[in-house]
């Protein structure tokens, strides 16, 4: 027991001498070190989430020094990524650095400040001062952003012609340094009438301005002949200043097409995913839109200190903290040929349905002029359209009446009227009698025989109408192109009465006036034509590019979905033969058919296809007018909504453009 007693004594005793050296251990290292870090890390987390209002802080109360934190970095609109660096102890004082970073618009902006800790009793408390915030920072400065805009990249046309040049304007207001005080209001109410602007508000601009000022009421292209040089000096103190400003040819030109440019709204703002904020330029609609993170560049921007107030020889804003160089925006380059993008605005200027006129350069794809007319309210008709094609489509009928042994000398039956399945179908109103009966193929191409082409049915599969569409480069892929585009849809399945409307380019057969142009330069170039319009559209690429709004215009009414699915390219490709003998018969249009007119276009010779589709539920029917044609090195496609018969309302318009174009 005395044994047992002994060896007991001996184990407390070893036991207790090392809990004691364990003990003297423990205090001799903890030099503050653990508490100095932690507090370091607080203080960085709190700084990062802008609340430092639960922190120990000595030289200001806590619930200030948050104020002041608050205000320093609300100008930023964002929160920091704050941490702290290694912790360096004197005695009761700890010092480290903290290391900034924010995200400040597409720039980011690091730097280090100098923290210092006192201990007080168990406590670690900050000490606080403006520089903890930022270096350099002073009692009362607080930081904002000011942005340093990118210059916008330009959209080129054919031969890297810019679009957007410095142009002659005239700027017309009030010159208040012409007129007598007590005219000045009398004078901008009547500078107002003539201008059609606001009278009550121009007048209180021209009142609130200076005795010195030149109050400008709009800026003119030109003269018109409301507005007139000799108007504006009329009223007392009008004047008219020659300037210049960078303009498209025209106020209205390819908008359809190229978008605008202006603020961005909240909505688009929302969907940018940061990209925009308030104030920013953006493109909406057309390529400004699909290609705007290419186009805007990226902004540079500069974070500078605003003292609380101003003082004796300081101007408030020039410290600047932090700036970045903006990034100008990529230049897109089209294809577009200023001169006859013009011209096919011009020829449709006068026609209030929607309308469109589409040309193509059949050698290279090159989409030259893609113009939407007034009547279709800056809906991009001319690319996006989505209409039932009519006779034009005989084009596609007859190449697959070529791939199933016909030729242009084929004999085809052309009876007045048809009847498929109870449904009657007519040929179009004076349709020559002498072309009825049996007659040649070219012969009811050339005159638009209705009947003799639904008759093809019987031989002409609606799969092989399918295919020989995508053999035109109709509804199949066009990955040059680099603009959004409807590209055709052609079912390949149909029966009875709806396959028999295919054939006349009825049914759920539907073009956009781009996929009949391409059709009608696969013809001229003796082989499928792929278009192009955005020459770098490749490199312009941006998975980043800003979502905004949907173009301005609706749809038509006889449109379909948007989404309609497209093809690879076709894998029999139309030949040179084949598209020969389709020449001749375009050919025989102008020569022998209904569009005889054109026989006086200069130049080459010119092969054309009308065509009138049918809608709607009136009796008589709406109808679409179309017409394409093949001039030289050039295809077009001429289109108005509800514009009766081809051959009259478009052909004439085609006539028109093909003269004018050379």
Request: aromatic letters at 4%.
């Amino acid at each position: 027991m005395c044994q047992m007693g002994k060896l007991k004594m001996q184990q407390g005793f070893v036991l207790g001498l090392v809990a004691l050296v364990m003990a003297g251990s423990l205090t001799a290292c903890d030099d503050g070190r653990a508490g100095a870090e932690g507090a370091a890390k607080q203080l960085a987390s709190s700084l990062a989430a802008l609340d430092v209002g639960s922190l120990a802080v000595e030289g200001k109360d806590a619930a200030a020094a948050n104020d002041e934190l608050n205000a320093v970095f609300e100008g930023l609109g964002a929160k920091p990524s704050v941490a702290s660096g290694d912790v360096k102890l004197d005695g009761d004082t700890a010092t480290f650095p903290l290391n900034y970073s924010w995200n400040i618009g597409s720039a980011k902006w690091e730097y280090t400040s100098d923290a210092t800790l006192k201990k007080s009793g168990d406590k670690w408390a900050v000490q606080w001062s403006p520089a903890l915030l930022a270096p350099q920072l002073s009692d009362g400065e607080t930081l904002s952003v000011k942005t340093v805009a990118a210059q916008r990249g330009q959209i080129l046309g054919a031969g890297d012609a810019p679009i957007v040049e410095d142009r002659p304007v005239f700027r017309v207001g009030i010159d208040k340094t012409k007129v007598p005080a007590e005219q000045a209001d009398a004078s901008a109410r009547a500078m107002a009438a003539l201008l059609g602007l606001d009278a009550e508000e121009y007048a209180k601009q021209v009142a609130a301005s200076g005795p010195q000022a030149f109050v400008e009421g709009l800026v003119l292209r030109a003269y018109t002949a409301e507005i007139t040089e000799a108007r504006i000096k009329a009223i007392a103190g009008g004047v008219s200043i020659l300037d210049s400003m960078a303009l498209a040819p025209t106020r209205t030109f390819a908008r359809a097409l190229l978008g605008s440019v202006g603020q961005a709204n909240a909505e688009q703002i929302e969907k940018s995913n940061g990209a925009l904020r308030a104030g920013d330029t953006t493109g909406t609609g057309g390529l400004q839109q699909k290609y705007d993170a290419l186009l805007r560049g990226k902004d540079g921007v500069e974070v500078v200190a605003t003292p609380a107030e101003k003082t004796d020889g300081e101007t408030p804003g020039t410290k600047v903290f932090f700036s970045s160089l903006p990034a100008p925006g990529t230049t897109l380059k089209t294809t577009l040929d200023l001169k006859l993008q013009q011209l096919a605005e011009a020829t449709l200027a006068g026609i209030e349905p929607a309308s469109a006129i589409v040309a193509i350069r059949p050698s290279t794809g090159a989409v030259l002029a893609a113009a939407s007319g007034p009547g279709s309210n800056g809906y991009n008709t001319a690319l996006l359209g989505q209409y039932a094609p009519g006779s034009t489509f005989k084009m596609v009928d007859s190449l697959a009446m070529f791939r199933n042994g016909a030729t242009p000398d084929s004999k085809v039956e052309c009876p007045s009227t048809l009847t498929v399945d109870g449904r009657p179908f007519k040929n179009a109103e004076g349709y020559p009698e002498t072309s009825l009966g049996s007659v040649a193929l070219r012969d009811a191409f050339a005159h638009s025989c209705n009947t003799a082409f639904i008759n093809a049915r019987e031989t002409v599969s609606q799969d092989q109408l399918e295919s020989a569409a995508q053999a035109l480069g109709v509804a199949v892929e066009a990955p040059k192109l680099g603009a959004d585009a409807f590209l055709g849809s052609v079912p390949g399945a149909a029966e009875g009465t709806e396959h028999a409307a295919s054939m006349i380019g009825q049914g759920k057969v539907l073009f956009s006036p781009l996929s009949a142009a391409i059709m009608a330069a696969s013809v001229a170039n003796g082989a499928p034509v792929s278009p192009q319009l955005v020459l770098n559209a490749d490199a312009a690429q941006d998975p980043g590019a800003t979502a905004a709004p949907t173009e301005s215009g609706s749809a038509p009414s006889s449109s379909a979905s948007a989404t309609t699915s497209v093809a690879p390219a076709s894998t029999q490709p139309i030949t040179k033969e084949e598209a020969a003998s389709l020449a001749d018969m375009m050919r025989a249009v102008v020569t022998s058919g209904h569009a005889g007119f054109l026989a006086e276009v200069p130049g080459a010779p010119v092969g054309a296809k009308t065509g009138t589709a049918e809608f709607g539920n009136d009796n008589p029917p709406k109808t679409h007018a179309w017409i394409v044609a093949t001039h030289g090195d050039l295809a077009v496609a001429v289109f108005v909504e509800e514009g009766g018969l081809g051959a009259t309302t478009s052909g004439p318009l085609l006539k028109s453009f093909l003269t004018a174009a050379g």
